[in-house]
Protein backbone atom coordinates (compact mmCIF):
# COMPACT_ATOMS: atom_id res chain seq x y z
CA UNK A 1 0.00 0.00 0.00
CA UNK A 2 1.32 3.15 -0.75
CA UNK A 3 0.61 5.88 2.02
CA UNK A 4 -0.15 9.73 1.12
CA UNK A 5 3.24 10.58 2.20
CA UNK A 6 4.56 8.85 -0.65
CA UNK A 7 2.34 9.39 -3.26
CA UNK A 8 3.21 13.62 -2.64
CA UNK A 9 6.57 12.61 -2.46
CA UNK A 10 6.44 11.16 -5.54
CA UNK A 11 4.89 14.00 -7.42
CA UNK A 12 7.83 16.71 -5.51
CA UNK A 13 4.95 18.03 -3.21
CA UNK A 14 7.11 18.83 0.08
CA UNK A 15 5.04 20.72 2.50
CA UNK A 16 4.78 17.64 4.98
CA UNK A 17 8.06 17.20 5.56
CA UNK A 18 8.86 21.01 5.09
CA UNK A 19 6.96 22.21 8.08
CA UNK A 20 8.09 19.25 10.36
CA UNK A 21 12.19 20.37 9.90
CA UNK A 22 10.42 23.90 9.81
CA UNK A 23 9.21 23.46 13.40
CA UNK A 24 12.11 21.87 14.53
CA UNK A 25 14.28 24.86 13.73
CA UNK A 26 16.34 24.10 10.19
CA UNK A 27 16.18 26.04 7.38
CA UNK A 28 14.07 24.79 4.81
CA UNK A 29 14.16 25.75 0.81
CA UNK A 30 12.17 24.43 -2.19
CA UNK A 31 14.05 25.95 -4.86
CA UNK A 32 12.55 23.93 -7.90
CA UNK A 33 9.47 21.75 -8.21
CA UNK A 34 10.39 18.26 -6.78
CA UNK A 35 13.35 19.88 -5.01
CA UNK A 36 13.55 20.68 -1.22
CA UNK A 37 16.91 21.08 1.03
CA UNK A 38 17.08 21.03 4.97
CA UNK A 39 20.19 22.77 6.20
CA UNK A 40 21.22 23.76 9.82
CA UNK A 41 20.01 27.28 10.89
CA UNK A 42 22.92 29.42 10.72
CA UNK A 43 24.84 32.50 9.49
CA UNK A 44 27.86 30.88 8.35
CA UNK A 45 28.42 28.05 6.17
CA UNK A 46 27.70 24.21 8.20
CA UNK A 47 30.43 22.55 8.55
CA UNK A 48 27.82 19.85 8.05
CA UNK A 49 28.22 16.74 5.31
CA UNK A 50 26.25 17.87 2.25
CA UNK A 51 23.93 14.83 0.69
CA UNK A 52 22.07 14.97 -2.42
CA UNK A 53 20.04 12.29 -2.53
CA UNK A 54 18.23 12.12 -5.84
CA UNK A 55 15.01 9.21 -7.25
CA UNK A 56 12.97 9.14 -10.23
CA UNK A 57 15.61 10.65 -12.40
CA UNK A 58 14.12 7.83 -14.63
CA UNK A 59 10.36 7.93 -14.18
CA UNK A 60 9.45 3.90 -13.92
CA UNK A 61 12.08 3.35 -11.62
CA UNK A 62 9.57 3.96 -8.18
CA UNK A 63 11.37 1.61 -5.87
CA UNK A 64 14.09 4.11 -4.61
CA UNK A 65 11.23 6.90 -4.47
CA UNK A 66 9.11 4.50 -2.21
CA UNK A 67 12.75 3.66 -0.18
CA UNK A 68 13.10 7.84 0.32
CA UNK A 69 9.39 8.43 0.88
CA UNK A 70 9.40 5.76 4.03
CA UNK A 71 12.34 6.92 5.45
CA UNK A 72 12.32 10.92 5.09
CA UNK A 73 8.14 10.05 6.66
CA UNK A 74 10.18 8.15 9.40
CA UNK A 75 12.83 11.00 10.09
CA UNK A 76 9.97 13.88 9.88
CA UNK A 77 8.81 12.05 12.93
CA UNK A 78 12.39 13.17 14.72
CA UNK A 79 13.15 16.08 12.85
CA UNK A 80 15.85 16.51 15.37
CA UNK A 81 17.64 13.78 14.33
CA UNK A 82 18.67 14.84 10.79
CA UNK A 83 22.82 14.79 10.80
CA UNK A 84 23.80 15.92 7.92
CA UNK A 85 22.86 19.39 5.32
CA UNK A 86 20.23 17.38 3.24
CA UNK A 87 18.95 17.99 -0.56
CA UNK A 88 16.59 15.52 -2.14
CA UNK A 89 15.66 15.45 -5.46
CA UNK A 90 12.48 13.58 -7.65
CA UNK A 91 13.91 14.15 -10.77
CA UNK A 92 11.65 13.45 -13.72
CA UNK A 93 8.52 14.52 -12.14
CA UNK A 94 6.41 14.25 -15.12
CA UNK A 95 7.88 11.14 -16.21
CA UNK A 96 6.80 9.43 -13.06
CA UNK A 97 3.32 11.11 -13.17
CA UNK A 98 2.95 9.08 -16.79
CA UNK A 99 4.54 5.88 -15.08
CA UNK A 100 6.96 6.30 -18.51
CA UNK A 101 11.31 6.23 -18.53
CA UNK A 102 11.17 9.46 -19.76
CA UNK A 103 8.94 12.07 -21.65
CA UNK A 104 11.03 13.25 -24.61
CA UNK A 105 14.52 11.68 -24.31
CA UNK A 106 16.58 10.09 -21.15
CA UNK A 107 16.89 12.72 -18.46
CA UNK A 108 20.21 10.65 -17.77
CA UNK A 109 21.85 11.67 -20.74
CA UNK A 110 21.78 15.04 -20.64
CA UNK A 111 24.06 16.22 -17.36
CA UNK A 112 26.37 17.80 -19.47
CA UNK A 113 27.24 21.34 -19.48
CA UNK A 114 28.54 21.29 -23.09
CA UNK A 115 25.48 19.73 -23.90
CA UNK A 116 24.23 20.44 -27.95
CA UNK A 117 22.11 17.18 -28.68
CA UNK A 118 18.47 17.16 -27.48
CA UNK A 119 18.42 20.52 -26.17
CA UNK A 120 14.60 20.77 -27.23
CA UNK A 121 13.86 17.84 -25.15
CA UNK A 122 11.25 18.34 -22.39
CA UNK A 123 13.92 16.26 -20.54
CA UNK A 124 16.90 19.40 -21.11
CA UNK A 125 15.01 22.25 -18.97
CA UNK A 126 14.99 19.45 -16.19
CA UNK A 127 18.56 18.35 -16.16
CA UNK A 128 19.75 22.30 -16.44
CA UNK A 129 17.50 22.92 -13.17
CA UNK A 130 19.10 20.06 -11.30
CA UNK A 131 22.37 20.69 -11.85
CA UNK A 132 21.74 24.28 -11.31
CA UNK A 133 20.17 23.65 -7.74
CA UNK A 134 23.22 20.59 -7.01
CA UNK A 135 25.64 23.18 -7.71
CA UNK A 136 23.85 26.29 -5.28
CA UNK A 137 23.88 23.25 -2.50
CA UNK A 138 27.54 21.93 -3.13
CA UNK A 139 29.12 25.20 -3.65
CA UNK A 140 32.04 26.32 -0.95
CA UNK A 141 31.80 22.71 0.92
CA UNK A 142 34.42 20.26 1.02
CA UNK A 143 32.33 16.79 2.32
CA UNK A 144 29.83 16.50 0.06
CA UNK A 145 28.19 13.07 -1.40
CA UNK A 146 25.48 12.41 -4.19
CA UNK A 147 23.95 9.07 -4.19
CA UNK A 148 21.78 8.91 -7.08
CA UNK A 149 19.29 6.06 -7.08
CA UNK A 150 17.98 3.95 -9.87
CA UNK A 151 16.88 0.60 -10.61
CA UNK A 152 17.38 -1.80 -13.07
CA UNK A 153 15.54 -2.32 -16.18
CA UNK A 154 16.77 -6.09 -16.54
CA UNK A 155 17.82 -9.38 -13.90
CA UNK A 156 21.34 -8.94 -13.31
CA UNK A 157 23.78 -11.17 -11.40
CA UNK A 158 24.02 -8.52 -8.70
CA UNK A 159 20.43 -7.01 -8.01
CA UNK A 160 22.35 -3.82 -6.42
CA UNK A 161 25.33 -2.15 -7.92
CA UNK A 162 26.47 1.06 -8.25
CA UNK A 163 28.68 2.91 -11.10
CA UNK A 164 30.62 5.17 -9.14
CA UNK A 165 32.75 8.25 -11.37
CA UNK A 166 36.18 9.66 -10.50
CA UNK A 167 38.78 8.69 -8.42
CA UNK A 168 39.06 5.25 -6.91
CA UNK A 169 37.68 5.97 -3.37
CA UNK A 170 37.93 3.05 -1.20
CA UNK A 171 36.32 3.95 1.86
CA UNK A 172 32.77 5.02 -0.35
CA UNK A 173 33.34 1.86 -1.99
CA UNK A 174 33.53 0.12 1.58
CA UNK A 175 30.53 2.29 2.62
CA UNK A 176 28.73 1.04 -0.39
CA UNK A 177 29.17 -2.65 0.28
CA UNK A 178 27.39 -1.82 3.93
CA UNK A 179 24.74 -0.54 2.14
CA UNK A 180 23.65 -3.76 0.56
CA UNK A 181 25.59 -2.98 -2.81
CA UNK A 182 27.27 -6.32 -4.14
CA UNK A 183 29.34 -4.83 -7.10
CA UNK A 184 30.88 -1.86 -7.63
CA UNK A 185 31.92 -0.47 -10.70
CA UNK A 186 34.55 2.31 -11.31
CA UNK A 187 34.08 4.57 -14.62
CA UNK A 188 36.67 7.39 -14.11
CA UNK A 189 35.79 8.88 -18.01
CA UNK A 190 33.65 11.32 -17.56
CA UNK A 191 29.98 10.87 -19.16
CA UNK A 192 26.44 12.44 -19.00
CA UNK A 193 24.60 10.94 -16.25
CA UNK A 194 23.68 12.89 -13.20
CA UNK A 195 26.20 11.59 -10.85
CA UNK A 196 29.08 11.77 -13.20
CA UNK A 197 28.55 15.79 -13.29
CA UNK A 198 28.32 15.73 -9.79
CA UNK A 199 31.61 14.01 -9.54
CA UNK A 200 33.36 15.64 -11.95
CA UNK A 201 32.24 19.35 -11.98
CA UNK A 202 31.03 19.85 -8.24
CA UNK A 203 33.79 17.90 -6.54
CA UNK A 204 30.97 15.61 -4.90
CA UNK A 205 31.49 11.75 -3.58
CA UNK A 206 28.50 9.92 -5.89
CA UNK A 207 27.22 6.98 -7.55
CA UNK A 208 24.44 6.03 -9.51
CA UNK A 209 23.21 2.73 -7.45
CA UNK A 210 20.76 -0.05 -9.01
CA UNK A 211 18.51 -1.54 -6.84
CA UNK A 212 16.63 -4.63 -7.91
CA UNK A 213 14.84 -4.11 -10.60
CA UNK A 214 11.54 -1.92 -12.24
CA UNK A 215 8.10 -1.93 -10.22
CA UNK A 216 4.83 -0.89 -10.05
CA UNK A 217 4.73 2.44 -7.68
CA UNK A 218 3.44 0.81 -4.23
CA UNK A 219 3.88 -2.57 -5.07
CA UNK A 220 7.86 -2.90 -4.73
CA UNK A 221 9.06 -5.19 -2.28
CA UNK A 222 11.53 -2.93 -0.49
CA UNK A 223 12.72 -5.91 1.74
CA UNK A 224 15.70 -6.71 -0.69
CA UNK A 225 17.11 -3.20 0.12
CA UNK A 226 17.03 -3.59 3.95
CA UNK A 227 20.92 -2.77 4.09
CA UNK A 228 20.35 -0.14 1.46
CA UNK A 229 17.82 1.91 3.50
CA UNK A 230 19.30 0.78 7.39
CA UNK A 231 22.58 2.76 5.66
CA UNK A 232 21.09 5.24 4.39
CA UNK A 233 18.77 5.73 7.49
CA UNK A 234 22.45 5.80 9.48
CA UNK A 235 23.87 8.03 7.01
CA UNK A 236 21.12 10.61 7.40
CA UNK A 237 21.52 10.58 11.29
CA UNK A 238 25.05 10.27 12.53
CA UNK A 239 26.17 11.36 9.13
CA UNK A 240 29.61 9.33 8.29
CA UNK A 241 30.42 8.61 11.89
CA UNK A 242 29.39 5.10 11.23
CA UNK A 243 31.73 2.31 11.35
CA UNK A 244 32.73 0.25 8.43
CA UNK A 245 32.03 -2.83 8.00
CA UNK A 246 34.75 -4.59 5.67
CA UNK A 247 32.70 -8.23 5.91
CA UNK A 248 30.73 -6.32 2.67
CA UNK A 249 33.11 -5.33 0.50
CA UNK A 250 31.70 -5.20 -3.13
CA UNK A 251 33.00 -7.00 -5.87
CA UNK A 252 35.16 -4.01 -8.04
CA UNK A 253 34.77 -3.55 -11.56
CA UNK A 254 36.19 -0.97 -14.27
CA UNK A 255 34.59 0.07 -17.19
CA UNK A 256 36.05 -1.29 -20.05
CA UNK A 257 34.38 -0.10 -23.30
CA UNK A 258 31.11 2.03 -23.92
CA UNK A 259 28.85 1.28 -26.66
CA UNK A 260 27.83 3.74 -28.27
CA UNK A 261 25.06 3.44 -30.81
CA UNK A 262 26.64 5.56 -33.60
CA UNK A 263 23.68 4.51 -36.57
CA UNK A 264 20.39 2.99 -36.62
CA UNK A 265 22.66 -0.22 -38.29
CA UNK A 266 23.82 -0.59 -34.65
CA UNK A 267 23.37 -4.90 -33.33
CA UNK A 268 24.32 -6.08 -30.71
CA UNK A 269 25.69 -10.05 -30.58
CA UNK A 270 23.92 -11.36 -27.95
CA UNK A 271 19.64 -11.29 -26.82
CA UNK A 272 18.89 -7.17 -25.42
CA UNK A 273 17.31 -9.06 -22.46
CA UNK A 274 20.91 -10.36 -21.36
CA UNK A 275 20.90 -9.77 -17.87
CA UNK A 276 23.58 -7.64 -16.11
CA UNK A 277 27.39 -8.59 -15.57
CA UNK A 278 26.76 -11.67 -18.39
CA UNK A 279 30.44 -12.98 -19.06
CA UNK A 280 32.14 -12.29 -22.21
CA UNK A 281 35.13 -14.35 -23.27
CA UNK A 282 37.99 -12.51 -24.41
CA UNK A 283 38.10 -11.72 -28.22
CA UNK A 284 34.00 -12.30 -28.09
CA UNK A 285 32.32 -9.95 -31.06
CA UNK A 286 29.71 -8.32 -28.63
CA UNK A 287 28.12 -5.25 -31.35
CA UNK A 288 28.26 -4.23 -34.50
CA UNK A 289 27.54 -0.58 -36.17
CA UNK A 290 27.70 -0.88 -39.88
CA UNK A 291 31.91 -1.04 -40.87
CA UNK A 292 32.61 -1.05 -36.94
CA UNK A 293 32.99 -3.62 -34.81
CA UNK A 294 32.73 -3.92 -31.01
CA UNK A 295 34.73 -6.76 -29.56
CA UNK A 296 35.75 -7.78 -26.10
CA UNK A 297 39.83 -7.23 -25.03
CA UNK A 298 41.79 -9.45 -23.89
CA UNK A 299 40.22 -10.90 -20.60
CA UNK A 300 36.61 -11.57 -19.87
CA UNK A 301 34.15 -8.31 -19.93
CA UNK A 302 30.81 -8.66 -18.69
CA UNK A 303 27.67 -6.29 -19.78
CA UNK A 304 25.88 -3.84 -18.72
CA UNK A 305 22.89 -1.96 -19.30
CA UNK A 306 22.19 -3.40 -22.67
CA UNK A 307 19.54 -1.30 -24.83
CA UNK A 308 20.00 -1.19 -28.65
CA UNK A 309 16.56 0.68 -28.85
CA UNK A 310 17.95 3.76 -27.65
CA UNK A 311 18.41 7.40 -29.51
CA UNK A 312 21.39 7.32 -32.17
CA UNK A 313 24.21 8.86 -30.42
CA UNK A 314 23.34 7.17 -26.95
CA UNK A 315 25.03 4.33 -25.05
CA UNK A 316 23.36 0.86 -25.97
CA UNK A 317 25.44 -0.68 -23.49
CA UNK A 318 28.38 -1.06 -21.24
CA UNK A 319 31.18 -3.55 -20.92
CA UNK A 320 33.47 -3.97 -17.66
CA UNK A 321 36.17 -6.12 -16.24
CA UNK A 322 37.06 -6.83 -12.83
CA UNK A 323 39.33 -4.56 -11.18
CA UNK A 324 42.71 -6.05 -9.36
CA UNK A 325 42.48 -4.38 -6.46
ZN1 LIG B 1 17.71 4.57 -14.02
Not at 8 to 22: C, K, M, V
Not at 40 to 54: K, P, V, Y
Amino acid sequence: MQSDFCTNFARGDFSALASSFELAGFNVQQPLAGVVQICEDGETASARMRLLISVGVHGDETAPIEMMALLLEELAKTPQQLAVDLMVMVGNIDAIAQAKRFIDVDLNRLFTPQRTQFNNAQEAQRADQLMHAATQFFDGHQNKWHLDLHTAIRASFYPTFAIVPGKHNPAFVSWLGSAGIAAAVLNPQASVTFSSYTCKHLGAVSCTAELGRIGEMGKNDLSQFVATQAALAALLRSGLSATENTDTAPLVFRVAQELIKRSEAFQLTFDGNTQNFTEFAPNALIATDGELTYVVGAEPEYVLFPNPSVRVGLRAGLMVVRAVE
